[in-house]
C-alpha cells in the first residue's frame, strides 16, 4: 500500500532541493505562485549557502516587480541559469542576467508550457514554427539574453522540406506547485486558486525524471470526494507544505476573489473609463471585434478595449480569453493579470495555448513598444540594456487570425484632447515609437504576410495596414495634420495614399 502524504515544514521541502536541480516553478504573475516555498528557498539558500546552481524553469512571469515571486531565487550562486518566458515581473532576475552573472534565456510562454509535457514524456522537444525570424529564432540569437549564454536550447530542424523551430528537452527534477487542497494520499484540488496553469506537466516531469514534487496547498483533508476534481494525483506528490492560508493569496493583489472561480454572479460594475489617448485607441480597436469572434487581450492599452465594450453593452457579443486558461468573464488588470471575472471555463493554460497556437483566436489585440517599416514589432526591449520578455505574445500573434497592434503614436509625455470629435495634440511624446529598425524582433511583419494574417497598428491619431510594401496610413484622426503630427513624428515614410477619417465618436468625451 503506498503511504499516506508526507506532510513537512517549508523549511524541510526547501532542505530536499539539491545543488545542480532543475527546478520548474508553476504560477502566473502571483496566481497559483508558491510563495512560501520559493521564500523558505531564498531564505535557506542565504542561511547555508545551499542549494547551488540551479536551473529555474517558468513559463509565465511570476512577480510583483518588488520581492516576491520569482525574486526570491535572484541571488548569484543559487542560480546557474534561467529559461523564462516573461521577466518584467521579476526585475532582480533580470538584473542578474544584465550583470552577466547567469546564463539566461527568454522563450516563448506556450512554448515552455508545452515543452513541460515533452520533458514528462521524454520526447526530444517541441516542434513549431512560433518564434522564427523572430529573436528567438537560432539566426537571430536563439532567445539567449547575454554573453554567459551559449548553449543552444533552439535549432532549425527540416521536416518534410520546410523549416520548423525544435525547442530542446531536458530533465526536470524538482518541481513547485500550489493547490487549495490536498487529501491525506496527497491528491490536489485547486478550488480556490484562479487558474489551473501547468500543475500537472510540472509534476509528471519531475516524477519522470527521477526528481521530487514539492506542493504548497492550504489545507489538507481526509478524502477528496470527487475524483474528477483532483488535478495533481498524489502518486506524483513527495511533499506537502500546508500554508493554512498564509503566503497563499489567490494573486498577489487580491486575497482571495470569488468571482474568479465562479461563472455565475452579477455583472462586474465598470466604471466608466476618463478620457484619454487610451480610451480613443480602445474605441478604435472595438470596432474591428466582430460578433462572435474569440479574442485575447494583452496587457496595457489593450485593456482599454474591455472597458470601452462594457460602456457600450458590447461585452456579451464576443467571447474574451486569457493565455494563462480563462475563457470568458471580464479579464482581470495589474497584479491580477491572468485571472478573469466569473469565466465560463479554465483550461490548463498547455491546453489554451495549444488552441491558439493551431489559429483559435479570431483577433488578438497586444502592445507596442517599437513599430519599424516592414511592420516589425518589439516588445521586450525596453532600453538601456533593459528588458522585459515576450510571455505569450509570440504565440499570439503569430497564430491569431486577425492582430491588432494598439499603442500611443509617440512615448514619453504625450497629452491629448477632443472637442466636437477633433482630436487635439496639447502636449507632443518624448519618443518615437515607429521607428527605421525595432530594437528586438518579436513580431515579424514579413512572416505575417506570408502567413495571411490581417495585421492593424491602431493609434489615437492613426491607423496602419500591414501590407507586402510595408505600413500603408490607412486612418487619421479629424484635426490631425498629416505631415506636422503624422510623418515628421516618424523615423520613417509610410505608404501614404487616401486615407480614411478614424471615426469622429472615438473622441467623444
Avoid at 311 to 328: C, M, Y
Avoid at 369 to 397: H, K, Q
Wanted: proline share 5%.
Amino acid at each position: 500500500m503506498r503511504a499516506a502524504a508526507r506532510i513537512v515544514s517549508a523549511a524541510e521541502a526547501a532542505a530536499a532541493i539539491p545543488s545542480g536541480a532543475t527546478v520548474a516553478v508553476g504560477g502566473f504573475v502571483g496566481a497559483g505562485h508558491p510563495e512560501m516555498l520559493t521564500s523558505a528557498l531564498e531564505r535557506r539558500f542565504l542561511e547555508s549557502d545551499s542549494p547551488r546552481d540551479l536551473t529555474l524553469l517558468y513559463c509565465a512571469g511570476q512577480g510583483d516587480k518588488g520581492e516576491r515571486g520569482l525574486n526570491h531565487l535572484a541571488h548569484a550562486g543559487l542560480l546557474k541559469r534561467v529559461i523564462g518566458g516573461h521577466w518584467n515581473l521579476a526585475p532582480k532576475l533580470g538584473r542578474l542576467a544584465l550583470a552577466n552573472e547567469i546564463e539566461a534565456y527568454n522563450f516563448p510562454q506556450g512554448v515552455l508550457c508545452v515543452l513541460l509535457r515533452e520533458i514528462a514524456a521524454k520526447r526530444p522537444g517541441v516542434f513549431t514554427r512560433i518564434g522564427m525570424n523572430t529573436f528567438i529564432d537560432p539566426l537571430n540569437g536563439g532567445g539567449r539574453l547575454n554573453a554567459r549564454t551559449t548553449e543552444p536550447l533552439v535549432e532549425r530542424v527540416s521536416l518534410d522540406g520546410e523549416d520548423w523551430l525544435r525547442y530542446r528537452t531536458f530533465p526536470v527534477t524538482v518541481g513547485l506547485i500550489r493547490a487549495t487542497t490536498a487529501d491525506a494520499r496527497g491528491n490536489l484540488k485547486l478550488e480556490r486558486e484562479a487558474l489551473i496553469g501547468e500543475v500537472l506537466p510540472i509534476a509528471q516531469a519531475a516524477r519522470n525524471h527521477g526528481g521530487i514534487v514539492i506542493a504548497q496547498v492550504g489545507r489538507v483533508v481526509e478524502r477528496i470526494i470527487d475524483p474528477k476534481a483532483v488535478r495533481v494525483p498524489g502518486v506524483l506528490v513527495d511533499f506537502i507544505v500546508v500554508s493554512g492560508g498564509a503566503q497563499h493569496d489567490q494573486t498577489f493583489a487580491e486575497s482571495f476573489n470569488e468571482s474568479y472561480v465562479t461563472s455565475a454572479g452579477s455583472s462586474a460594475a465598470f466604471e466608466p473609463m476618463p478620457f484619454s489617448e487610451r480610451k480613443i485607441i480602445g474605441r478604435r480597436v472595438l470596432n474591428e471585434i466582430h460578433a462572435g469572434d474569440i479574442v485575447n487581450l494583452g496587457i496595457g492599452v489593450p485593456e482599454s478595449v474591455a472597458a470601452v465594450a462594457a460602456e457600450t453593452g458590447r461585452l456579451a457579443e464576443f467571447t474574451l480569453t486569457l493565455e494563462s486558461g480563462p475563457i470568458g468573464g471580464v479579464p482581470a488588470g495589474g497584479l491580477s493579470f491572468g485571472c478573469s471575472a466569473h469565466p465560463e471555463a479554465v483550461v490548463d493554460q498547455p491546453s489554451q495555448f495549444d488552441f491558439y497556437d493551431g489559429g483559435g483566436l479570431d483577433i488578438a489585440v497586444l502592445g507596442a513598444l517599437e513599430v519599424d517599416a516592414e511592420g516589425n514589432v518589439n516588445v521586450t526591449a525596453l532600453g538601456g540594456g533593459r528588458f522585459a520578455g515576450v510571455g505569450g505574445f509570440v504565440n499570439i500573434t503569430q497564430s491569431a487570425r486577425r492582430v491588432v497592434f494598439a499603442c500611443t503614436f509617440r512615448a514619453e509625455g504625450l497629452e491629448v484632447d477632443a472637442n466636437d470629435g477633433v482630436l487635439h495634440i496639447t502636449r507632443e511624446g518624448g519618443k518615437a515609437k515607429f521607428v527605421k529598425r525595432v530594437a528586438q524582433v518579436c513580431f515579424h511583419g514579413p512572416s505575417a504576410i506570408a502567413r495571411g494574417q490581417q495585421v492593424l497598428y491602431v493609434t489615437e491619431r492613426a491607423v496602419f495596414e500591414l501590407k507586402a510594401d510595408g505600413l500603408h496610413l490607412r486612418e487619421l484622426a479629424p484635426g490631425v495634420k498629416l505631415d506636422a503630427d503624422v510623418l515628421r513624428q516618424m523615423d520613417f515614410c509610410p505608404h501614404v495614399g487616401t486615407s480614411g477619417q478614424i471615426p469622429p465618436e472615438c473622441f467623444a468625451k
